[in-house]
């Protein structure tokens, strides 16, 4: 389809174990964000990527979540050392516009990541 | 720092009443403002945004909202809600200029029953 896409879905996690959740944003957009929404939350910024560029990172709660985008577009969010409070659902957005030039977000259907 | 705050966790409607979903944010500059509604199983999909211009902007499926500046407020109003408007809804800021992230307030569940 032509929306954003994240996989896995769903993953279940035993705490200290490493997770990778990949997104592949709509062709072309330049821009991507990651969000993290725990149970009864609004989505909660995460990390952006104007292309390759990580521009910025002050949302992400730990050194042991990590995000890259290489080629500027399929991005990868990993999580070192999984811990019960990194459960929640990890959402995936893109836009056309790059920074300082807004244009719409779409959202993935996020991976609902289950710490156990 | 920036907060949005929706006063209601959950709303109960029957159809075709009127609705009106409250979010006050807190910025001291420019915003844009957003609302964004998840349908059970489905993505985030934006309703409706406001940058500048008329305070009274109207989205799809029949739901408005109005920036009243001096409130900091983004209320989102339809008239005669559908049992298909089930749902969560989302406001959102993001600073104008800025690089896009938004700053979501916690939702509001819209049931409506038919």
């Known amino acids: 389809g032509a929306g954003v896409s994240q996989s896995p879905r769903y993953k279940v996690a035993k705490r200290g174990q490493d997770v990778a959740l990949r997104c592949d944003p709509i062709?072309?957009?330049?821009?991507l964000f990651w969000y993290q929404q725990a149970l009864g939350q609004g989505p909660e910024f995460l990390t952006y990527?104007?292309?390759?560029?990580?521009?910025?990172k002050s949302g992400l709660p730990s050194d042991r979540f990590f995000a890259e985008r290489p080629e500027g577009s399929v991005s990868t969010l990993k999580i070192q050392r999984t811990q019960q409070e990194d459960s929640a659902v990890y959402l995936c957005a893109s836009s056309l516009g790059g920074q300082g030039r807004y244009t719409e977000a779409f959202f993935g259907q996020g991976t609902r990541l289950t710490v156990v | 720092a920036q907060s949005v705050s929706q006063h209601n966790h959950h709303v109960i409607l029957s159809e075709a009443a009127s609705l009106e979903l409250g979010c006050n944010y807190s910025y001291g500059g420019t915003v844009n403002l957003f609302w964004y509604v998840q349908y059970p199983g489905q993505h985030l999909q934006l309703l409706l945004k406001?940058?500048?211009?008329?305070?009274l902007v109207k989205g799809i499926k029949g739901f408005e909202a109005e920036f009243i500046k001096s409130k900091f407020s983004f209320n989102l109003r339809k008239p005669s809600v559908q049992w298909s408007d089930t749902a969560e809804y989302f406001c959102a800021v993001n600073s104008w200029g800025s690089q896009g992230n938004l700053i979501f307030g916690k939702g509001t569940k819209l049931s409506v029953k038919p």
């Open positions: 406001y940058f500048s211009g008329d305070p």
């Open positions: 990527f104007q292309n390759e560029a990580q521009l910025d």
């Open positions: 062709s072309g957009h330049v821009s």
